[in-house]
Nanobody, 121 residues
Framework: QVQLVESGGGLVQAGGSLRLSCAAS?????MGWFRQAPGKEREFVAA???????YYDDSAKGRFTISRDNAKNTVYLQMNSLKPEDTAVYYC??????????????????WGQGTQVTVSS
């Protein structure tokens, strides 16, 4: 069983930046970020594998950067040029297996509790 603990959410003005962190209690192969806005389904944001392959949703490309520190079992999401539509609860996710896709919630066995990101206009 792997536990995930997120930090770094908060309130920021449009155009600002935030950095999310997620620490895992054990070894993982892939770590990712999803987000869920009120009344909407949870959606993929970005993922990174143990070999540092990265994957992004189109909405995140060019603005968000995912990275990981394998020694610390920690994944980061640097979010720049934030927009009001980025407002959501952001969830860290992890799994220990290879997959042909990392954008589905079904791939991940482990989830964090979520951290709120609010972008004001």
């Amino acid at each position: 069983q792997v536990q995930l603990v997120e930090s770094g959410g908060g309130l920021v003005q449009a155009g600002g930046s935030l950095r999310l962190s997620c620490a895992a209690s054990g070894r993982t192969y892939v770590m990712g970020w999803f987000r869920q806005a009120p009344g909407k389904e949870r959606e993929f944001v970005a993922a990174v594998t143990g070999s540092s392959m990265t994957y992004y949703d189109d909405s995140a490309k060019g603005r968000f950067t995912i990275s990981r520190d394998n020694a610390k079992n920690t994944v980061y999401l640097q979010m720049n040029s934030l927009k009001p539509e980025d407002t959501a609860v952001y969830y860290c996710a992890a799994d220990q297996r290879y997959s042909s896709t990392y954008s589905s919630t079904l791939v991940y066995d482990y989830w964090g509790q979520g951290t709120q990101v609010t972008v004001s206009s």
